[in-house]
């Protein structure tokens, strides 16, 4: 069950021997999102200068975590620091900029650093940023692109940082691959029914299709990468050399059977014949060029 957190029993306020609030009670517990609605003069904003000790009241009790709010209570700042009001009128500081103006009070009250308040503010913007630009919004949509692509080289920086301690540090680098070992094997099959179903949704729905082609360029990317970091390191780790030259057989032994199996599918399938034609044209065009730059090489150290 939710912790209760405010707790009004039997509220009454009155103005001038006229009753505003009469008997209000009211329970909200954690995680709750409540919303006051009436006309005009009905009590709506006494009722929350009340809670917040702005207002003394004539009866009844407001407790906020089991403590008592009454105006003129000792414990009434500390109570204050834990519940928020924005004003009819905003009473804004004009010489502050907008993101000062919302962590004054937690800077100056609660003593909390400034830089983690413009972070957890940070925070909600982004949450508030992608809801916009999901909602369709062109100006959330282009800051929320630019927001990515700062966090993704922010990203490659951080991998770059990596990738040169594991190759000064081979002790390093061999915890590294022994945890993301430990955990691929954790994930894996939880990770391959959620793909799964991700390619069966992308049949019908444009943003799964979209998410799937997203994570299968990403896939692209990360093998590329990984095989070039794996090039660099057979440079000088022999283990490296080893694994790379059992990686270059296995690719050419599957290259070769899946070739093989694209030959006996030709024979009956005019769709597999001509796949394999234009293998075999990519295939010649290749051939031709790299003849093409190895007889310039022979003519350029004949003619040194």
């Known amino acids: 069950m939710a912790e209760t957190l405010l707790k009004i029993e039997n509220l009454t306020k009155e103005y001038e021997g006229q009753k505003i609030l009469d008997g209000i009670h009211l329970e909200v517990k954690k995680g709750d999102v409540l919303v006051v609605v009436g006309p005009s003069g009905c009590g709506k904003s ?3 200068r009340c809670i917040n000790a702005l207002e003394p009241i004539q009866g009844g009790t407001i407790k906020l975590q089991g403590m008592d709010i009454r ?7 500390t109570l204050r620091q834990k519940i928020g009001m924005v004003f009819q009128s905003y009473e804004l ?35 508030e940023l992608k809801a916009l630009a999901e909602a369709g919004d062109p100006e959330a949509i282009a800051e ?28 390093y680098a ?12 954790a994930h894996a099959d939880k990770r391959k029914a959620d793909y799964a179903d991700l390619i069966k949704r992308a049949e019908t ?45 296995k690719q050419n032994e599957s290259a070769k059977a899946a070739y093989n199996h694209l030959k006996e599918q ?16 990519k295939q010649r065009k290749a051939t031709n060029k790299y003849l093409e730059k190895r007889k310039n090489n022979v003519q350029e150290d004949n003619a040194a």
């Not at 061999?174 to 955990?183: D, S």
């Open 266 to 281: 030709a024979k009956t399938d005019p769709e597999a014949a001509k796949k394999l034609e234009e293998r075999r044209s």
């Open 144 to 171: 929320r692109d630019a927001m990515l692509a700062k966090d993704a080289e922010a990203r490659k920086r951080k991998k770059k940082r990596y990738a040169e301690r594991m190759a000064n540090d081979p002790e």
């Open 46 to 48: 006494t009722l929350l």
């Open 71 to 77: 105006k003129g209570s000792k414990n009434i700042t």
């Open 93 to 127: 500081f004009p010489h502050l900029t907008v993101i000062d103006n919302i962590t004054l009070a937690p800077v100056k009250v609660q003593k909390r650093d400034k830089a983690e308040k413009q972070k957890n503010k940070a925070k909600r913007t982004r949450k």
């Open 174 to 185: 061999e915890k590294i691959r022994q945890r993301q070992r430990a955990y691929n094997k």
């Open 205 to 249: 729905d444009p943003e799964a299709a979209r998410k799937l082609a997203e994570i299968r360029a990403y896939q692209s990317r990360k093998t590329v990468e990984c095989y070039q970091n794996l090039v660099e390191r057979a440079k000088t780790d022999p283990a490296a050399a080893e694994k790379l030259a059992q990686k270059r057989q």
